[in-house]
Nanobody, 123 residues
Framework: QVQLVESGGGLVQAGGSLRLSCAASGRTFSIYAMGWFRQAPGKEREFVAALRLSSSVTYYADSVKGRFTISRDNAKNTVNLQMNDLKPEDTAVYYC????????????????WGQGTQVTVSS
């Protein structure tokens, strides 16, 4: 089992920045990749970013490329999402997710999820 806890959400004005963190615990040695997803009201959950832990290769949705950065902090066993130049359309609940075992596809099929953290961007 893997437990994930997100933190760092909040209210920010358009153009501002926020940094989300995801703390992993439990059988973290089994994690192959970490991802961030978001779900806005009335919309389906969508992929935001992912990090393949073995190679540190990152993947981003086109809508956030160049503005968001996913990274890991090995000392703290966390994965972070730095969000810059935030836009009102970035408003959503953001979820951290962990994928167990090798996979070519990091855009879905995650095994464990956090409870989510709200990000609200005002115009």
């Amino acid at each position: 089992q893997v437990q994930l806890v997100e933190s760092g959400g909040g209210l920010v004005q358009a153009g501002g920045s926020l940094r989300l963190s995801c703390a992993a615990s439990g059988r973290t040695f089994s994690i192959y990749a970490m991802g961030w997803f978001r779900q806005a009201p009335g919309k389906e959950r969508e992929f935001v970013a992912a990090l393949r832990l073995s190679s540190s290769v990152t993947y981003y949705a086109d809508s956030v490329k160049g503005r968001f950065t996913i990274s890991r902090d090995n000392a703290k066993n966390t994965v972070n999402l730095q969000m810059n130049d935030l836009k009102p359309e970035d408003t959503a609940v953001y979820y951290c997710a962990a994928k167990i075992g090798y996979s070519l596809n990091l855009y879905g099929g995650y095994d464990y999820w956090g409870q989510g953290t709200q990000v609200t961007v005002s115009s």
